[in-house]
């Protein structure tokens, strides 16, 4: 029997029929034989088909569930590539194209199989995710585990924007790089350690410091997000984006604590002035440089805050909108503490709450 399945198939094969016309036979050839052991079973061990009806029939419908569940992949394989289009295929004869970065492409289905899955993910957040824009301002301790991350993630347009280059002195903390990169721009390396995680997306260096001055650069994005080492940085790239209108994902660390939260006055929530309108006094907000900081404390925070952007973009579970989360590493403690606009804030006080 076995020997009649494989020749009806090798000439469905050789004749071209179709994969649901070769099923149809194959169930047709199982109910005949299902027959024969139940109408004549004289008849059928003469034939050689001595089996038990049971056992028949259990195979019969384990081959039928695993053809039906196979025929449902297809079925939304189809679906998928209906939904957000075919990768480009080559003519015949023609190279064909190494990636396809359509979130239906088989490379793109089997990258991001485990954000599909997600309900709160799903595809239409996958599509959200490729589509977005976001800006990593620093390319850091911070920056490191945010761009791998958001990359791995399959956020579309990624832009690194950090003037540094890497130093021996990094590498205790900042994973984007290597020893090797030692005197490289950071963004120049870091650019070509994401395009090798992720050749699906586009990343873009941006090898200069931004501040208050550059709105009209955020305005080009969907969210940032920042990990600089020094506080005038940050309260620079935080009044460019209440400028821009864009919501800023911050993250801060020193020697074993760090914080992550989102500044988004256009959702009703503080800007940074609105919680530091003054600048620290000095001494009081050392550089990781001057306090020291434990190496895996920024892959922490920044990880969080990779995880804060995929629930922003897709709008997945509730962010931290209007809340800062605080890490104490040393004693392995997590806190919140609520955070409340300012309506004299020189910055975002003029935004309707």
């Known amino acids: 029997m076995a020997g009649a399945a494989l020749a009806l198939m090798a000439v469905g094969w050789w004749r071209g029929w179709s994969l649901p016309r070769v099923l149809i036979l194959l169930a047709a050839l199982w109910l005949l034989v299902l027959a024969l052991l139940l109408i004549v079973p004289a008849l059928a061990a003469q034939a050689g088909l001595g089996a038990d009806p049971r056992v028949w029939a259990v195979g019969g419908l384990l081959l039928a569930g695993a053809s039906g569940y196979g025929a449902l992949i297809g079925r939304a394989r189809i679906a998928a590539h209906r939904r957000w289009g075919a990768g480009q295929i080559a003519p015949p004869g023609q190279p064909q194209t190494v990636h396809d970065t359509s979130p239906a492409s088989d490379d793109a289905l089997e990258r991001y199989a485990r954000h599909i899955v997600l309900r709160e993910i799903g595809g239409p957040g996958q599509q959200m995710l490729r589509k977005a824009r976001v800006l990593i301002v620093g390319a850091g301790g911070i920056g490191s585990p945010v761009a791998l991350y958001l990359a791995g993630a399959g956020v579309g347009h990624l832009t690194l924007a950090d003037d540094d280059d890497v130093s021996i002195s990094n590498l205790q903390r900042q994973i984007l790089f290597r020893t090797r ?173």
């Open 181 to 353: 990169d030692a005197g490289r721009a950071k963004v120049d390396a870091a650019v070509e350690t994401l395009r090798a995680l992720n050749p699906l997306i586009e990343v873009t260096a941006l090898p200069r410091r931004l501040g208050a001055e550059d709105a009209e650069v955020m305005r080009g994005f969907d969210l940032v997000l920042e990990g600089t080492d020094s506080f005038a940085s940050r309260k620079g790239v935080a009044r460019a984006c209440v400028a821009a209108g864009v919501p800023l994902i911050a993250g801060a660390i020193a020697q074993w604590e760090g914080q992550v939260t989102i500044y988004d006055p256009n959702a009703g929530t503080p800007c940074l002035d609105c919680l530091f309108p003054d600048a620290p006094a000095p001494g009081l907000a050392l550089s990781c440089a001057e306090a020291g900081v434990a190496g895996p404390l920024p892959g922490v925070i920044g990880s969080i805050m990779a995880l804060e952007a995929i629930k922003a973009i897709t709008g997945a579970g509730q962010g931290l909108r209007g809340q800062m989360l605080i890490f104490d590493g040393l004693w392995g403690e997590t806190r919140r503490i609520a955070l409340q606009r300012r309506a004299d804030c020189a910055v975002c006080g003029g935004i309707p709450a």
